[in-house]
């Protein structure tokens, strides 16, 4: 099993950052790959950005590169995504998740957080 616990959320303005973490514990960090969701009001939840476990592949959604950067801290079991030039677009909550391979299919990842709300006001 894989506890991930998300922080980092907020409202921030439009062009503002913003650097969610996830913590996780449990089984071996560094085996799995992690993911970040999110999910607006109304709408189903979308992929965001993943890494394998290695670190050495990333991933990411069209509407989030270039300004969306995922990492990981194996020391600290935790991984981030750090969040620039925040559009109003952005808003949701924020899910990171674990699995067995990187991407962007949620059925791929076996453990969830909870989620962290981010809010970008316009």
């Known amino acids: 099993q894989v506890q991930l616990v998300e922080s980092g959320g907020g409202l921030v303005q439009t062009g503002g950052s913003l650097r969610l973490s996830c913590a996780a514990s449990?089984?071996?960090?560094?085996?799995?790959?992690m993911g970040w969701f999110r999910q607006a009001p109304g709408k189903e939840r979308e992929f965001v950005a993943a890494?394998?476990?290695?670190?050495?592949?990333?991933y990411y959604t069209d509407s989030v590169k270039g300004r969306f950067t995922i990492s990981t801290d194996n020391a600290k079991n935790t991984v981030y995504l750090q969040m620039n030039s925040l559009k109003p677009e952005d808003t949701a909550v924020y899910y990171c998740a674990a699995g067995r391979q990187p991407g962007r299919f949620s059925h791929w990842y076996d453990y969830w957080g909870q989620g962290t709300q981010v809010t970008v006001s316009s």
């Open positions: 890494i394998s476990w290695d670190g050495d592949n990333t």
């Open positions: 449990g089984r071996t960090f560094s085996s799995y790959a």
